[in-house]
């Protein structure tokens, strides 16, 4: 059969895959540690669960509007009114089957043959693949670990051409949890303002900070900026709400349309019961999501310290997400009985066998000196999986 060359060019999410097999080596009943998964290890909040219970008491089990229900679109314009001050008719909403599928929508809506689409490295590692499916190319803007992977305005208007479509920005960002301050977010906003492209502003990190940091949206820079931005989030990461599938978008009107056509035409709407619970998420307040952002923080702080303390590790302290994103580069070359370790790839297949942790490799987020380590677990398993970490490492000769 010939499939689609467009297939041949994207490989499966790598994160997905890693998780799939941490989970079906548990499932055999190995004592696996798993910190190569994206999502909290919180339960769904109950308010959220009495909310999809009384949907389906109720009968609210069918299509709904494809572009999703008026409350939840309400909600989300209420939301973003209330914390970041912006602006939207509930015509600018689009909600979707998670911000993946919401990033997908606008890829699709956006990109085609010939379109470059600006990506700082280390990236998010379905961007990339998204760019691909639909014709266009990525060009990384690679960033240093030694500057806080922040990006300069030379770096980024060095990179914009005449093809430049759009830039996808990620603060904070999966996998470095860096976050981009007022000054970059402006930088950024100034170039695609005078170069005429769009920025696409993953936001489902949002609300997972930490030392009182407080997001900034780079919607929020003023209306012309708001007009070429799209701001996408969603549930999954705040609310513990992965498996639920509920992302959107808030942008300009004409490209949230097309975003809506395409999905009317291949998914329709997201569940009807996902979304009576995010509006419960939304509307319920930020409790829920405080308290696991302080679980996080401790987490956070003794997972940086005990990588810290591998000999040919270094882990900046990250300061959103909930990943820690250490760079390994001085463990390559060391060997163990079945060979070197060269890569991070080779580190996390070292480190599943021999110390039953689940990682994910850095190359897939551009990265190959970084492996990613999700702290999203509990305290005692980053406690054991540490220890079994260095114990792995300790060995290499
Ligand atoms: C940076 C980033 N964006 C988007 C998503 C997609 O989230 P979801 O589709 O669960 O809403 C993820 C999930 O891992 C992510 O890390």
Redo the contacts with the bound molecule.
């Keep these: 059969m010939k499939l689609a060359a467009r297939t041949g060019r994207i490989v499966p999410s790598p994160?997905l895959s890693i998780t799939a097999t941490a989970k079906a080596m548990a499932a055999q009943g190995i004592d696996i540690i798993d910190f190569a998964s994206?999502e909290p290890d919180f339960d769904t909040p109950d308010s959220v669960k009495v909310a999809a219970e009384a949907a389906i008491r109720a009968g609210f089990t069918k299509y709904t509007a494809s572009s999703g229900i008026d409350e939840l679109r309400q909600a989300i314009v209420e939301k973003l009114e209330a914390e970041q001050g912006l602006c939207y008719e509930k015509s600018q909403i689009l909600v979707s089957c998670?911000?993946?599928?919401t990033?997908y929508n606008l890829a699709e809506a956006l990109f085609e043959a010939g379109d470059e689409v600006i990506i700082p490295s280390p990236f998010?590692v379905s961007y990339q693949d998204q760019v691909l499916l639909n014709d266009a190319t990525p060009v990384l803007l690679e960033t240093r670990e030694a500057d806080g992977y922040a990006i300069s305005r030379p770096m980024l208007e060095a990179r914009v051409t005449s093809r430049t479509k759009a830039i996808i920005i990620?603060s904070p960002c999966?996998p470095t949890g860096a976050i981009y301050d007022r000054a970059i977010l402006q930088d950024i906003a100034e170039v695609a303002l005078r170069r005429d492209f769009v920025i696409i502003s993953?936001e489902?990190?949002e609300k997972i900070l930490y030392d009182g940091v407080r997001h900034i949206s780079i919607a929020t820079l003023g209306p012309e900026v708001a007009a070429r931005t799209v701001v996408v989030n969603?549930v999954?990461?705040a609310y513990a709400m992965?498996g639920w599938?509920i992302?959107y978008a808030a942008g300009p009107k004409e490209l949230i349309t097309a975003m809506a056509n395409i999905q009317s035409q291949s998914t329709s709407n997201p569940s009807s019961i996902s979304q009576k619970a995010a509006v419960a998420a939304l509307r319920g307040g930020d409790a829920f999501t405080r308290q696991m952002v302080v679980e996080f923080d401790r987490r956070r702080r003794l997972m940086v310290e005990r990588l810290n303390k591998i000999p040919g590790v270094s882990c900046r302290m990250p300061a959103g997400a909930f990943y820690a994103f250490p760079n390994v580069a001085g463990v390559f070359g060391r060997r163990h009985v079945q060979g070197p370790i060269a890569s991070a790839a080779d580190l996390a297949a070292y480190l599943l066998k021999e110390a039953r942790v689940a990682v994910v490799p850095g190359e897939p987020f551009g990265s190959p000196s970084h492996i990613r380590l999700s702290y999203a677990t509990s305290m005692d398993s980053v406690t054991r999986g540490l220890d079994r970490m260095q114990a792995a490492l300790g060995t290499l000769r």
């Design positions: 994160t994206g998670g911000a993946k599928h990033l998010w990620n999966n993953d489902i990190y969603g999954s990461k992965t599938r992302g």
